[in-house]
């Protein structure tokens, strides 16, 4: 008798030929992988803008006699809101929006202190002028002293600007010889030209130094 055989069948192993397909479809879709766009890096969209001195101011009126001062401008206080860099637009009584991508270029009250002695420099009435720090060996006829209240845009076109200021006779120790409070009126914006809102708020600031430039003594303090 033969003896019983028990055959054992294995798979076949791929050829080559049938893996080659496969090889080539997974290195395509590996090839694929590495050459997927990786998200490009955005621009910044956030906007700067500086406040600017009023061009060609007039003259205050200094009397028949034009004395010419010299005008220390010291540090100029703002209202705690408004000690960002942001945008403030008010939308409504009691809501101001502030807006990330709209910025001052410099702080705000940086910005009005440099302002307003730069108007005031090319008024008539003053010689020169200095802001804080002031030189210790720097002798000033008169100092002025700004709290700005506000200083923004509204959702409605309004432009809010108010301040209230004093000026000071530090070396006659005559303390304040005058002072008093400006609000700008008619001064309009489109709502989305943040340019155009900066420039308004100059305007105001302008009009405010005008304001204290005419309220500066015709005549010397008297010790």
């Known amino acids: 008798m033969k003896p019983n055989v028990i055959t054992r069948v294995f798979p076949a192993s791929p050829s080559i030929k049938t893996m080659g397909p496969c090889l080539l479809a997974a290195g395509l879709c590996l090839l694929s992988a ?22 060609g101011q007039p003259a205050a009126d200094a009397g ?8 220390g401008v010291r540090a100029v206080a703002i209202a705690p809101y408004l000690e960002t ?3 403030a ?3 409504q009584a009691n809501e101001v929006i502030f ?16 302002v307003l002695a730069e108007n005031l420099q090319s008024l008539k009435n003053v010689m020169r002028v200095s802001t804080q720090p002031f030189r210790a060996d720097e002798q000033r006829d008169y100092e002025v002293l700004l709290r700005v209240a506000a200083c923004e845009g509204a959702t409605n076109g309004e432009v809010r600007f108010s301040a209230g200021w004093r000026i000071l006779a530090p070396t006659a120790g005559a303390g304040t010889v005058a002072e ?44």
Do not use: M
């Open 64 to 71: 028949p006699t034009l004395k010419r001062w010299v005008v």
């Open 89 to 91: 637009v008010r939308s």
């Open 34 to 55: 590495c050459t997927i766009p990786l998200p490009s890096a955005q621009p910044d969209a956030t906007r700067y803008y500086l406040l600017s001195a009023a061009p």
């Open 180 to 223: 008093g409070n400006y609000t700008a009126s008619g001064l309009r914006w489109d709502g989305h030209d943040y340019g155009q809102l900066a420039a308004k708020l100059s305007e105001a600031v302008g009009a405010l130094s005008r304001d204290v430039a005419a309220a500066l003594p015709k005549e010397p303090a008297k010790d």
């Open 85 to 87: 860099k942001s945008f």
């Open 99 to 114: 807006l990330d991508s709209t910025r001052w270029g410099e702080p705000l009250d940086q910005g009005i202190a440099r």
